[in-house]
């Protein structure tokens, strides 16, 4: 399942919160911000966890406010875990420095 959540998701605990949770329910994947201001998301895993994290996404952490999730089911890639890049692309690095504070 491949996610585009729009809304203020960056800086809110977004990808660490859904990183836990999928780990919690043994889903692998991977999270990341992009620079347009959405969080992208791949779920995989049993259909009942990986459900339960699409309905999570649509409200996020306690900070975010979600106003839309745009949802692509995919073909599984058998990933191992759900990561989140250590170190934000490029391009998101350049975003905090122009004074986005809080980009996680």
């Known amino acids: 399942m491949h996610l585009f959540v729009e809304g203020r998701v960056h800086g809110v605990w977004f990808r660490g919160s859904t990183q836990r949770l999928a780990t919690e329910r043994g889903v692998n994947g991977w999270v990341r911000n992009i620079p347009d201001g959405r969080v992208e998301i791949v779920y995989e895993g049993s259909p009942d966890a990986v459900n339960e994290l699409v309905a999570w996404a649509h409200h996020g952490p306690d900070r975010a406010l979600v106003t839309g999730v745009e949802i692509h089911d995919e073909p599984l ?28």
């Open 77 to 104: 890639k058998r990933r191992a875990g759900l990561q989140h890049p250590l170190k934000p692309a490029p391009s998101l690095i350049s975003t905090a420095r122009r004074g986005r504070k809080g980009v996680a």
